[in-house]
Nanobody, 113 residues
Framework: VQLVESGGGLVSPGGSLRLSCLAS????????MSWVRQAPGKEHEVVAS????????DYGDFVRGRFTISRDNAKNTVYLEMISLNSDDTAMYYC???????WGQGTQVTVSS
């Protein structure tokens, strides 16, 4: 199983980014897909999760309507659209599966002026 994240980078406060996670080696439609982030010195926190069909989505309280998770099962890819980014969103963002507990290598998001 391989999860490969992309789309991170340096963005100014108020900016936006779109993260992607390409999955391989698994039956993608059998998994809940999540984005999990970890800032330096902090615990992991779940940013968003999407059901196998894409119909059900959950978000961390801190998202406050700024992020949107989606998936394209034909492309084995899950996305995270982020707007109105602020410095508190600076973290490594990981793709994660349930079940299986598979993790990607992460993509760094840095929000700074």
């Amino acid at each position: 199983v391989q999860l490969v994240e992309s789309g991170g980078g340096l963005v100014s406060p108020g900016g936006s980014l779109r993260l992607s996670c390409l999955a391989s080696g698994l039956n993608f439609t059998s998994y809940v897909m999540s984005w999990v982030r970890q800032a330096p010195g902090k615990e992991h926190e779940v940013v968003a999760s999407v059901s196998p069909s894409g119909d059900s989505k959950d978000y961390g309280d801190f998202v406050r309507g700024r992020f949107t998770i989606s998936r394209d099962n034909a492309k084995n890819t899950v996305y995270l659209e982020m707007i109105s980014l602020n410095s508190d969103d600076t973290a490594m963002y990981y793709c994660h599966t349930v079940p299986g507990n598979y993790w990607g290598q992460g993509t760094q998001v840095t929000v700074s002026s």
